[in-house]
């Protein structure tokens, strides 16, 4: 007769899988931690690199949404300023390339790309690949260092502000315009009637005191490398090329983008003896349909383009 076998309790599995489970969370707060420990030491492990901003775009407070047709937008100077501030607390972050392609903007929107330009705790450079115009120019200024293409347009240092006089065109179309104001200059500016010798004494004062802002923002910061006198006959609006604006002292260097990413990593301490050896970290500036813009951005925009006079620097 056989020996009666006794059945063993069967083990409880809630041991094991609480056991698997508290291993797996442990796990998973090592990696995070891990992470962080790598991303911090990214620099010293790998090399600070060189953030390459485009500004290849107009300067304006209200940026321009993307077509509806595809392709993409520009963000307005706040975001756009925002972006290069953000930069100062990327630690991986060695200096800071700012590549113009822009025919300026609007006098604010430059003002506001400006003081985030030159509030920058990083080594900045600028390079002017095909336009770098007036509040371009304006922007550039702020940069510790120029590179300019030798055929790049820049100058157009000065300040405008448009008006159109329609009051011929309304007249032979019998419109007739009734304007009810609280002083006689309360529409100076609009289309429907002639300006007064008055009124454009009065807007002229206003572009005078913009002009001789923008011109000693130039003076403040490019100092002994300007060529004084020279600085004096092209303030007029011309525009100029890189070569001409190197004779006046405008630009540092005559090259192209590796000579600018170049002279930002060695400002950095970044060791390379070509581009290539330099890592690049690209700044996006564009916007998406999923971006920071919608159909009301655009048409806020575009309202706020024939809303009325601004001065710009064109």
Known sequence: MQPELRKRP?????G??????????????????????????SPSLIGKC??????????SIEGSAPSVFGGYGYPGSEELALIIEDLDRREDVGAVLLVFNSPGGSV??????????????????????????????????????IVSDPDALTGSIGVIATFTDLSGLLEKLGVNVTAIKSGPHKDIGASYRNMTENETMILQALI???????????????????????FAEITDGRIMSGRQAYKVGLVDQLGNKKDAVLKAASL???????????????????????????????????????????????
Not at 10 to 14: D, E, F, K, L
Request: glycine content about 8%; overall charge negative; charged content about 20%.
């Open 10 to 14: 069967a083990r409880s599995n809630v």
């Open 16 to 41: 094991l899988i609480a056991g698997t489970g508290l291993l797996l969370v442990i796990a998973f707060i090592l990696l995070i931690g891990l992470f962080f420990l790598l991303s911090a030491l």
């Open 50 to 59: 060189v953030a390459v901003v485009d500004i290849s775009m107009p300067l």
């Open 108 to 145: 604010v929107a430059t003002r506001e790309v400006y003081t985030a330009v030159k509030g920058l705790n990083k080594p900045t450079v600028s390079y002017f690949r095909e336009v770098a115009a007036s509040g371009a120019y304006y922007v550039a200024s702020g940069t510790d260092y």
């Open 208 to 230: 005078n005191e913009v002009y001789e802002e923008f011109k000693s923002v130039i003076l403040q910061n490019r100092g002994d490398r300007l060529d004084h006198s020279k």
């Open 268 to 314: 950095a301490g970044i060791e390379a003896e070509t581009s290539d050896q330099v890592r690049i970290c690209p700044i996006p500036t564009t916007v998406s349909d999923s971006g920071l813009f919608s159909i009301e951005s655009l048409v806020s925009g575009i309202l706020a383009r024939h809303s009325g006079a601004s001065l710009d620097f064109k």
